[in-house]
C-alpha cells in the first residue's frame, strides 16, 4: 500500500498514468484498475487498485503472477510483499516526495 497526501499530488489517475500505468476496467466487477507489465507478455505485472479518503489517495499495489486459472473465480497468484513490490512501491512514490 502507498499512501500519498493531496497536498501532494492532484489527481491520482494522472500521476500513476505518468508512472508507466495503463487504466483497465473489468466489466464484471465494475472496477478500474491499472496495470504496468514488466515485459511483453501478460503477466506478471503489478496491478494498482486506487482508493481516496479526505485527505490521501491510496495505491493498493500488488504483483500478478499469473492470471486467473479457474473461470469464474476472480482469485489469483498475487504477491503484496516482497522485494519487487517494495521496489515498485519506491518507484511510484519518489516523484510525490
Not at 491499472?34 to 486506487?50: A, Q, S
Request: hydrophobic fraction near 30%.
Amino acid at each position: 500500500m502507498i499512501k500519498i497526501s493531496k497536498s501532494k499530488i492532484a489527481d491520482a489517475e494522472i500521476f500513476i498514468r505518468r508512472s508507466g500505468y495503463g487504466r483497465i476496467f473489468d466489466r464484471r466487477s465494475g472496477q478500474t484498475s491499472y496495470v504496468r507489465r514488466l515485459d511483453r507478455d501478460l503477466y506478471p505485472r503489478f496491478h494498482i487498485y486506487i482508493e481516496e479518503t479526505e485527505t490521501d489517495y491510496i495505491f493498493n499495489l500488488h504483483l500478478d503472477q499469473r492470471q486467473t486459472i479457474y473461470e469464474g473465480v476472480s482469485a489469483h497468484s498475487g504477491d503484496y510483499d516482497g522485494t519487487a513490490v517494495e521496489k515498485e512501491a519506491k518507484r511510484i512514490s519518489a516523484p510525490a516526495n
